[in-house]
């Protein structure tokens, strides 16, 4: 049974400060790592997808993946009102099959 | 550009009732994948489709049945609905497998009663 762990918060961070989202995973064979944000009442929106070890930035976003200790995290820089929602932790096998996702972690941002 | 597309948005079934849940992409995506939500939880996969003529369960098909005749739709269906099956579901696509990201549906919010 693959899964996927994460911090359900809610997490509180200050307007302007960095959030830090956290993941980790039980698959040592997965390959592809993604975060999605939810709104409440929407539906999934891809954040950032990352592959290999390392860092990956977007704009404000960062992915880190580091495959050996099975974690993945996700940096919000410049954090904005907007940025509330919860955050999803997708994984990947490299198969046909679905994605396997965590719970979610629900950020909000205080102005 | 529509992306992928539900219907209903939603609906509320009395217990042992049936329905299908439509879904349709623009995409010209192969791979299709539905997912139910529970509150505070995860998306979980029901079912899933490489490509017209094939489906696969997922992790909790039990209840739900599928079928992919186009390339463009895939048909959830619920049999016999229990108050178990109250969830939000979400139709999903991508180019190749779980390599490549999903893209979502709005959702189907279902309440069985």
């Known amino acids: 049974q693959k899964e996927v762990e994460q911090n359900s918060g809610p997490l509180s961070v200050p307007e302007g400060a960095i959030a830090s989202l956290n993941c980790t995973y039980s698959?040592?064979?997965?390959?592809?790592f993604f975060w999605y944000r939810q709104y409440s009442g929407k539906s999934p929106e891809l954040i950032m997808s990352?592959?290999?070890?390392g860092d990956k930035e977007d704009g404000r976003f960062t992915a880190q993946l580091n495959k050996a200790s099975q974690y993945v995290s996700l940096l919000i820089r410049d954090s904005q009102p907007s940025d509330s929602a919860t955050y999803l932790c997708?994984?990947?096998?490299?198969?046909?099959?679905?994605?396997?996702f965590g719970k979610g972690t629900h950020l909000i941002i205080q102005p | 550009n529509a992306g992928v597309t539900q219907t209903p948005k939603f609906r509320i079934l009395k217990i042992g009732q049936s329905m299908t849940l439509q879904c349709a992409q623009d995409m010209n995506h192969n791979y299709m994948y539905w997912y139910r939500q529970d509150p505070g939880m995860g998306l979980k996969l029901i079912y899933y489709?490489?490509?017209?003529?094939?489906?696969d369960k997922g992790e909790v098909p039990n209840g739900y049945n599928v079928s992919r005749s186009t390339t463009e739709d895939f048909p959830l269906r619920l049999e016999l609905a229990a108050p178990s099956q109250t969830s939000v579901y979400f139709c999903a696509s991508s180019y190749a497998g779980s390599n490549q990201p999903q893209h979502f549906g709005d959702g189907t919010r279902l309440s069985i009663l």
């Open positions: 997708a994984v990947g096998g490299g198969g046909a099959d679905g994605l396997t």
């Open positions: 698959d040592r064979g997965s390959q592809s």
């Open positions: 990352i592959y290999s070890n």
């Open positions: 489709s490489v490509g017209a003529g094939i489906t």
